[in-house]
């Protein structure tokens, strides 16, 4: 049976570094995606993700073992990518391909955007698509890009959005929903111009 995150902490906590290192590999390939698609930039994201793992190193003393590891870990991922944004002044940009399996379901056009195409004849339409999405959310505020990319590719819950965005249940339901509305608005927008 696979320990659990707290299980690693609580070791790595009493000196097992090994511990540690598997905190790394089991993050390594999700957090790396939310941090890419969010920063739009390997080397960024490859920097927000060591810069996390930096801190986690340097403040384990002080989590608490009763606390879930993962939003807490999210947490200082997203403050870091916008620590880097601010340090660049750049405007961050969106990566919507991905190899796994991440796709959106409170949004009836949402998850239509982010299906796989499935036949030949699909292909072209699906690549104008999504660049269309990655338009649209790369001129969205940065708080509503975040909050999609968290429910639709990380699929993660209210709760834990709440945790790592440290703001209350509700306003991650009002937000996630203006995002949702602001995207769709401005989707349908984009769509009618290219079709004059």
Do not use: C
Request: hydrophobic content about 40%; overall charge negative.
């Amino acid at each position: 049976m696979q320990p659990t995150d707290e299980n690693l902490l609580a070791a790595y906590q009493k000196g097992d570094d090994d511990a540690f290192a598997q905190l790394v590999r089991r993050y390594e390939k999700e957090l790396y995606h939310f941090l890419y698609r969010f920063l739009g930039q390997a080397s960024l994201a490859e920097e927000a993700f060591q810069e996390a793992f930096l801190q986690v190193h340097l403040s384990i003393d002080r989590f608490e073992l009763s606390r879930r590891f993962k939003p807490w870990l999210y947490t200082i991922a997203a403050n870091k990518a916008r620590d880097l944004l601010r340090s660049r002044s750049r405007k961050p940009t969106v990566q919507l391909t991905s190899n796994d399996d991440d796709n959106g379901s409170e949004a009836d056009l949402w998850a239509h955007l982010m299906q796989d195409p499935t036949t030949p004849e699909s292909i072209y339409s699906q690549k104008e698509q999504e660049a269309a999405v990655k338009m649209v959310i790369d001129k969205m505020p940065e708080h509503f890009r975040e909050i999609l990319l968290m429910a639709y590719f990380k699929q993660l819950s209210y709760k834990e959005m709440a945790d790592i965005l440290e703001i209350p249940l509700g306003t991650v339901k009002s937000r996630l929903h203006a995002a949702v509305k602001l995207f769709s608005q401005n989707y349908k927008d984009l769509e009618s111009q290219s079709n004059r």
